[in-house]
């Protein structure tokens, strides 16, 4: 492996199509506002490395980035790019992560609106993420020890898997399809409407109107507060520890919570609203 330390990159392409290159200790900054330094590389090291240019890792295949920072003038920085690991890194741009496919974070900071978008095959662990609208229709994901705060999260998403993390977002899993959150507190106001197939386990939920609108809802052994109007029209099999504030026109299934403080049903509803609900 060539090995490249100690340098700057300022300028457009400085280093397009290199291969097999180990890049140690340094900078992509400059005046001159190079962009797209390494697209269409291959099997690429970046090791202690400072990123401020735009568009660096597009196109590219077999990338690692170990103790990177990429600023908030580093935006989209990884592109249609397959292969990735990031570890002890700060991913600071917009757009960081677009229709990637095989990648791998651990231990990193990522503050990055639009995260993630269309990208496939994705492991997040013990890493924060800061974002709106993070991994718009992505597919199968797995996340473990995350703590996310944003808006309008997961919308979209097919084949998630998220255990132990604390997900602060609104309108979180709108659409999404096979989702499984597992030992995780989920805040945030109109949980996952329009879902299908999530199953939330020993999870904490807390937040206005959830679950409604969702095919193939399942809670087991959750809590729920501050929930109001929950599960509208929706096809849920749940048992809740403790109290739901509100329940209103479940389509079919089964609630069962040690309370609920009132259950509603509407001479306007607009389906048969049919689920047996019981109080322990």
């Not at 995350?146 to 659409?175: C, M, P, R």
């Not at 729920?224 to 329940?247: H, K, P, Q």
């Not at 009132?262 to 001479?267: G, H, R, V």
């Amino acid at each position: 492996m060539k090995v490249i330390e100690n340098k700057n990159f300022p300028k457009e392409r400085d280093l397009y199509g290199v291969e097999n290159v180990l890049i140690k200790n340094c900078s992509f900054d400059g005046e001159e506002d190079g962009e797209s330094a390494l697209k269409e590389a291959r099997d690429v090291k970046l090791e202690s490395c400072y990123m401020n240019l735009r568009y660096p890792l597009w196109h590219d295949n077999g990338v690692m980035l170990d103790n990177v920072t990429m600023t908030d003038k580093c935006r989209a920085a990884l592109w249609y790019t397959e292969g990735v690991e990031i570890k002890n890194s700060h991913l600071l741009g917009i757009k960081a992560l677009r229709e990637c496919k095989d990648v791998k974070i651990s231990n990193s900071r990522i503050v990055s609106p639009e995260f993630g978008w269309k990208s496939s095959d994705i492991k997040v662990e013990e890493s924060g993420i800061s974002s709106e609208y993070v991994f718009l229709m992505a597919t199968d994901i797995y996340m473990d020890n995350v703590d996310f705060k944003g808006k309008y999260s997961f919308q979209y998403v097919k084949n998630a898997l998220i255990e132990n993390s604390a997900l602060d977002t609104k309108d979180a899993f709108w659409h999404s399809c096979n989702v499984t959150v597992k030992n995780s507190v989920v805040k945030g106001e109109y949980l996952a409407w329009y879902s299908e197939n999530l199953t939330l386990i020993n999870c904490k939920i807390i937040g206005t109107q959830p679950l409604c609108y969702c095919k193939n809802l399942k809670l087991i052994d959750c809590e729920m507060e501050n929930t109001d109007f929950s599960f509208e029209y929706s096809d849920v099999d749940a048992t809740v520890r403790g109290d739901i504030v509100s329940v209103k026109n479940p389509r079919s299934g089964k609630i069962v919570a040690d309370s609920i403080g009132e259950i509603i049903y509407t001479d306007d509803s607009k389906y048969d609203c049919e689920a047996e609900i019981a109080i322990r």
